[in-house]
């Protein structure tokens, strides 16, 4: 069983930064590669920004010089740093990982999501 757990997400106003979190726990061997999405009502999920195990990091266009992935191999954890946030970046965020478990089960797996609201 493997549970992913989002934090940080909320109201912030256009300019504004915030920092999700997403702590990955359970049946681990090890991670590779985690990401964050996003989808707004009535869009479609977006891959917003990836990285593998050794730091590789890939953003969409959309949010290239303001978001920063980044994580921490011993924690299990994974980090979006979101600066100068636009309404635009409005939506329900979700963390995703590549996960072994001991079994030597490989599995894709989806924290519950949480809403970053940015007014104008």
């Known amino acids: 069983q493997v549970q992913l757990v989002e934090s940080g997400g909320g109201l912030v106003q256009a300019g504004g930064s915030l920092r999700l979190s997403c702590a990955a726990s359970?049946?681990?061997?090890?991670?590779?590669?985690m990401g964050w999405y996003r989808q707004a009502p009535g869009k479609q999920r977006e891959l917003v920004a990836g990285?593998?195990?050794?730091?590789?990091?890939s953003y969409a266009d959309s949010v290239k010089g303001r978001f920063t992935i980044s994580r921490d191999n011993a924690k299990n954890t994974v980090y979006l740093q979101m600066n100068s946030l636009k309404p635009e970046d409005t939506a329900v965020y979700y963390c995703?990982?590549?996960?072994?478990?001991?079994?030597?089960?490989?599995?894709?797996?989806w924290g519950q999501g949480t809403q970053v609201t940015v007014s104008s």
């Open positions: 995703n990982a590549a996960i072994l478990s001991w079994s030597g089960r490989r599995g894709d797996y």
């Open positions: 359970g049946n681990i061997f090890k991670i590779n590669a």
């Open positions: 990285i593998t195990t050794g730091g590789s990091q």
